[in-house]
């Protein structure tokens, strides 16, 4: 089956910068994507990586390496709206119609404090 | 923008109801998908549908059976509500073969008593 280890919590200040890993095992592998949902809102996407390498955007970067079934996503100049949680996704196995879907992690808490 | 619009932000239903949960999304989407998000088990795929009258069950199915009889409209049903089934359920839609990319509804948080 499919699994993803993330922590379900991290701490940091403002300014500062974190880094949310994410660890896989997948039957299959096609790219792993980040979504950031703030509390009592709905999630949405952030990044996508599907060949090893860093993917930046603005005040966020996303890592993945294929070899070692592992990513992160590096939040930059962190800023107290940057509270949130936020989950890998693998988009992984391929459905019997030859759709795939995602699976997620459990979601990792970022607590930004001033 | 993407709009996701969900029937109800909030429901509360008794045991053994029927439950009818709307999804719409306005973008002309192939792609709908229903999740359950429960505390410490992230997002769960219950079912997703890929064209009008295509379905696939996700990894949780059980309890739960879905509708689309129109491309911009997926249903889900709860046919008898189980306390078990007390959870946030969010809808998702994405463009194409493109999956990884998904853009969510705020979500139906459902209570069964």
Known sequence: GQSLEQPSEVTAVEGAIVQINC???TSGFYGLSWYQQHDGGAPTFLSYNALDGLEETGRFSSFLSRSDSYGYLLL???QMK???S???AVRDKSTESGYSTLTFGKGTMLLVSP | DVKVTQSSR???KRTGEKVFLECV???DHENMFWYRQDPGLGLRLIYFSYDVKMKE???IPEGYSVSREKKERFSLILESTSTNQTSMYLCASSPGRI???QFFGPGTRLTVL
Do not use: H, I, R
């Open chain 1, 23 to 25: 660890t896989y095992q």
């Open chain 1, 76 to 78: 930059q100049e962190l």
């Open chain 1, 82 to 84: 940057d509270s949130a």
């Open chain 1, 86 to 88: 936020y989950f890998c």
């Open chain 2, 10 to 12: 909030y429901l509360v």
């Open chain 2, 25 to 27: 999304q306005d973008m």
């Open chain 2, 57 to 59: 069950k996700g990894d």
């Open chain 2, 99 to 101: 999956y990884n990319e």
